[in-house]
DNA sequence: TAAGTGATCTCT
DNA sequence: GAGATCACTTAA
């Protein structure tokens, strides 16, 4: 018997390689609720950030203030504000002490992150909150359809400071179709 | 192709 | 406290 519960993507789903769960997100849904109703939108592009290695990843220089959520557990999401205008939305992956996060890039109709959360009306009040459908926000596995979607790999975007090698690495899934 | 926009970080 | 930077979008 299948529940929402049982539906619902978790710390479990999440504590693990973020090039992983990047990969499998692709084709699952994101969800939120905004004035008691749900949408659901289907995942069709993100960007993966690897640990302090990765030096495209904000966390490549240490921990500071903004984002010390990526060294927390699985599960939190990580928004900012970048170029002064844009929400960008990302769920932190990995063990603690690990920073790790994938960057929501596209749902369907809708492509750049800065435009999927205006679309999702997503700002700073729901940074740091867990994925959980009490946060309004939450991801959930769209059972059935994700064996038969195509899924390709391409370089991240607009991250050309962080030198040859981490500029290059296919961290980019992008659904086919 | 270029400019708008403001939080964050790294120096003084 | 000042200046540089930035995982983007839109209008030409």
């Given at each position: ?11 479990e789903f ?59 557990p ?21 063990p ?11 749902i ?12 999702l009306?997503i ?41 040859k ?13």
């Amino acid at each position: 018997m299948n529940t929402d519960q049982e539906k619902i993507i978790g710390p479990e789903f999440l504590n693990r390689p973020v090039l992983t769960v990047a990969e499998e997100l692709i084709g699952n849904h994101i969800c939120r609720k905004i004035a008691g109703e749900v949408e659901r939108h289907i995942i069709t592009e993100v960007e993966a950030y690897d640990g302090q290695e990765d030096k495209a990843c904000h966390a490549h220089k240490g921990r500071t203030p903004r984002n010390t959520i990526m060294f927390g557990p699985a599960g939190n999401w990580y928004i900012y504000l970048c170029y002064g205008m844009h929400w960008l939305l990302n769920i932190v992956t990995g063990p603690e002490n690990y920073p790790a996060a994938i960057l929501f890039r596209g749902i369907k109709n809708t492509t750049g992150p800065g435009r999927l959360t205006k679309r999702l009306q997503i700002d700073k009040s729901q940074n740091e909150k867990t994925a959980s459908p009490q946060s309004g926000l939450w991801l959930e596995g769209a059972t059935g359809q994700s064996q038969s979607i195509q899924i390709e790999r391409t370089p991240r975007i607009g991250i050309g400071y962080a030198g040859k090698h981490w500029a290059n690495v296919p961290y980019r899934f992008v659904m086919k179709g």
